[in-house]
């Protein structure tokens, strides 16, 4: 008898696992659809939207963002951090983490120490945008440098160094809601 009773309560915590897995990757579906109905004008040059082990990651092309070497970010570019801004306020309880990533050539602007210096400038730069211009709060953001350290594709070919020049924003699971999803399905259960 409890070894039956053992094998009941592993199952029921297999299956509220496996709702909160369900409850997580529809939360991570609307977001995703969320981004796509927002940024679906945009070239897929410019803008990539996609999920990688239950992580959102919109990816935007440096040429949309920036001027060649610089971390100011463009006008053109603010009309789509406002759209990537309204996804993320209509999702208040969502953390993001902002990436700046370069290409490999070394950069020699003034101001700029090299590519790690300029890729998180960037992702400052498109941070301080989203906050100040389209009131996202600050406590729900990061900003991070990736320089040239995690290319999409080798960087052999102007092409190539094109791609791995970007701006990417990682929305952050929350594993301690998930793991409140479990508690809840567990306590529900007893």
Known sequence: VIYDESIKEKDLIITRMQDAVTKRDSVTLALVQSFKSSLGTLSDDDIEINVEKGVVYVSISDKLLFNSGSFTVTQKAKKVLEKIAKVISDKPDLEFMVEGHTDNVPISTEGI????????????????????????????????????????????????????????IVVLPKLDQFYDLIEQGMDAAK
């Open 113 to 168: 120490v090299d590519n790690w210096d300029l890729s998180v400038k960037r992702a400052t730069a498109v941070v301080r945008v989203l906050q100040n211009d389209f009131s996202v709060e600050p406590q729900r953001m990061t900003a991070a440098g990736r320089s040239s350290y995690v290319p999409l594709l080798d960087n052999d070919s102007p092409s190539n160094r094109a791609k791995n020049r970007r701006t990417r």
